[in-house]
């Protein structure tokens, strides 16, 4: 790999958009007028299958951002433009990211893991160099950047955001050349990109089809619809992606979810050949590492993979976000829900007779499928809140409790209802713990209705819901579960009453609207626990 202090000869690639872009001593924004050796430049080698990639470019994209063009920052892939250009859309990446796919600037720094992260002063010599994902060293090459910008630093990979303070990276592709993709054993190439076809079963004559699924282990204890090659070939026609191409390494056995598999186990739960669109980017957000879904999956807790479905999309396959929003009353909202579910056992491994160790369990590990009901909603939508654009289509994973109902019908003072949000919030997990948990809590749009007429925007509930969501000082009593953490909970005071603060911050809860438009009634879904070591709500684009 280059070492510090190499020199590097300039180069020029072009963008997933057509843009060339040089890297050389006059360019870089304001870089030239530096001082000589300040770091200037920063290039981040990467590939597109590669989970430490994923979690990586979005910090540099936030990085790039800060600096303004101040400081040139570019992301090279190794990849061709056609998985380029999915992961930028995947991610919404907004810095420059460059094509190698001939490997050829890739040769000349020889990373021998990706991500790689290459800092260049105004000359091109190499002042560091940084393999895998590190908050630290993003942080310390954000501050010097910024420095030499003479900008003022900004934390750009906080601590306690969810990811991991580290993580390896992956091989870099000039490393492999001379295999041909998908030929090493699972175990020595972890993040393969091509997987063998889906095996073809023949049913023994006289054997009734159902029965035949059913003992085989294909299901989940209902009917499936079968698998016929001629509706796989249905659902594979509505995807431009290879049958062979690997979308994910489902946990706890990480095997290979190819575009093949997933369109057979959605034949099985009854999706529409137009539901690939959804299952494609539905695969690649269970695979999250902040989701964790092998902890998810594990756990003992009642946490189920829930799917919200928000934009244009909904509307267009289908679905629901209204009338009874939690039950079966949509093709779409049912199947698609199913189809994770079947694809997480039947690929991942994760079957209720063995990984899954669930003590009580959820009615969400059969389906569970959301919409937001934006046409009935006073407020920007939930992806907007995110930060998404409001024409993007998105979709959200989030391992969760069953819902806990709120009613409150007599008052149509919007604090009443606050007030009786807040009650439901102090239960996620348990009473006695704080900190360690998200919410999500679904207005209903009667409620909804009240609090906008109140003059109250969605982050004036979240802010209120944050600050009035509390456990007492009496309830955690020495031996109760949570107590034990107790010195780490800040102390907040409510109506009076110094309480325990349950949630971390104003992040830790999300709204929607949904249901239908007739009964005062709304929701609170608590998470697993959170954080690092747990599962956090991820959201991702649908093309």
């Not at 057509?18 to 050389?24: E, H, K, L, N, W």
């Not at 990446?93 to 720094?109: H, I, K, M, N, W």
């Not at 998404?388 to 709120?406: D, K, N, R």
């Not at 697993?528 to 956090?536: D, Y």
Request: aromatic residues 6%; glycine residues 10%; proline residues 7%.
């Amino acid at each position: 790999m280059a070492e510090v202090r190499a020199e590097a000869r300039p180069f020029s690639l072009r963008t997933v958009t057509g843009a060339q872009i040089d890297v050389s001593p006059a360019s870089g924004g304001t870089g030239a007028s530096s001082a000589a050796g300040a770091p200037v430049k920063l290039l981040v080698f990467f590939t597109t299958d590669c989970p430490t990639c994923q979690l990586t470019l979005p910090y540099l994209d936030r990085l790039y951002s800060a600096l303004g063009g101040s400081a040139q920052v570019v992301a090279i892939s190794q990849d061709p433009p056609a998985a380029t250009e999915r992961f930028v859309r995947m991610l919404d990446l907004a810095l420059p990211v460059l094509l190698d796919s001939e490997l050829e600037v890739t040769r000349q720094y020889d990373p021998q893991a990706v991500p790689t992260l290459i800092v260049l002063d105004h000359d091109l010599n190499v002042v560091r160099s940084e393999v895998g994902f590190s908050k630290q060293a993003i942080n310390e090459i954000a501050e010097a950047m910024a420095s030499a910008a003479g900008l003022e630093a900004a934390v750009i990979a906080p601590e306690r955001d969810g990811a991991p303070a580290a993580k390896p990276g992956c091989g870099s592709r000039h490393l492999e050349e001379g295999l041909a993709a998908g030929e090493l054993p699972a175990s020595d190439a972890v993040y393969v990109k091509r997987g063998p076809r889906a095996s073809r079963v023949e049913v023994p004559a006289g054997h009734d089809i159902d029965d035949f699924c059913a003992a085989q282990g294909f299901g989940d204890f209902l009917p499936v619809v079968p698998p016929t090659a001629k509706r796989v070939d249905a659902m594979l026609a509505a995807t431009d992606l290879p049958p062979e191409e690997v979308i994910a390494l489902l946990p706890p056995n990480y095997g290979m979810a190819t575009v093949e598999k997933i369109a057979a186990n959605a034949v099985m739960a009854g999706c529409e050949p137009k539901m690939m669109r959804v299952l494609i980017p539905l695969i690649r957000a269970a695979a999250d590492e902040k989701f964790n879904m092998h902890g998810a999956q594990a756990t003992t807790h009642f946490a189920a993979p829930l799917i919200l479905m928000n934009g244009p999309v909904a509307a267009e396959l289908g679905f629901h976000g209204g009338r009874n929003l939690f039950g079966n009353v949509a093709r779409a909202n049912t199947t698609v829900g199913r189809a994770l579910q079947l694809i997480l056992a039947n690929i991942g491994g994760a079957r209720s007779d063995g990984i899954d160790m669930s003590t009580l369990g959820n009615p969400g590990k059969f389906s569970s499928c959301i919409a937001e009901n934006e046409a009935e909603s006073p407020w920007e939508p939930f992806r907007v809140t995110e930060g998404f654009a409001p024409e993007q289509s998105t979709l959200t994973l989030y391992a969760c409790e069953p819902p806990v109902g709120v009613s409150e019908h007599m008052t149509r003072d919007p604090e009443r209802v606050m007030r009786a949000l807040c009650h439901a919030l102090e239960g996620v997990w348990t009473y006695t713990a704080c900190i360690g948990f998200e919410a999500l809590v679904v207005i209903g749009p009667e409620h909804a209705k009240t609090l906008a007429a109140g003059g109250l925007s969605k982050g004036d509930v979240r802010k209120f819901l944050f600050e009035n969501s509390g456990v007492g000082m009496d309830a955690m009593a020495e031996g109760v579960e949570g107590s034990k953490f107790k010195m780490l909970y800040p102390k907040i005071t409510i109506d009076g009453e110094e309480r325990f603060q349950k949630f971390r911050s104003e992040q830790s809860i999300r709204i929607i609207v949904a249901g239908g438009t007739a009964g005062k009634f709304s929701a609170v879904l608590g998470s697993w626990v959170t954080g690092p070591m747990g599962s956090q709500l991820v959201t991702y684009p649908i093309e």
